[in-house]
Nanobody, 122 residues
């Protein structure tokens, strides 16, 4: 069992930056691939980024590539999402998730956080 708690969301102007954190409980954090997803009102949940168990491999969709960076600190049981050059279309609730391996599909993740709101004003 893994419990995930996101933090770091907020309101930022377009072009600004935010860093999201996701703290995981339990001693098996390093056994899980981690992902970030987001969901805007009226839209489906969207893949944002994922990172492998060791942190050596990451993946992003084109919509955030070059602007967002995922990282993890296995000693702190935490995964991060650094978001730069934010755009109004990045506004959404951001969720972190844990799964047996990194992936781009929500069904590949077994554990989810409660989400943190990110709002980017024009």
């Amino acid at each position: 069992q893994v419990q995930l708690v996101e933090s770091g969301g907020g309101l930022v102007q377009a072009g600004g930056s935010l860093r999201l954190s996701c703290a995981a409980s339990g001693r098996t954090f390093r056994s899980y691939g981690m992902g970030w997803f987001r969901q805007a009102p009226g839209k489906e949940r969207e893949f944002v980024s994922a990172i492998s168990l060791s942190g050596g491999e990451t993946t992003y969709p084109d919509s955030v590539k070059g602007r967002f960076t995922i990282s993890r600190d296995n000693a702190k049981n935490t995964v991060y999402l650094q978001m730069n050059s934010l755009k109004p279309e990045d506004t959404a609730v951001y969720y972190c998730a844990a799964g047996l391996q990194m992936g781009q599909r929500a069904w590949q993740y077994s554990y989810w956080g409660q989400g943190t709101q990110v709002t980017v004003s024009a």
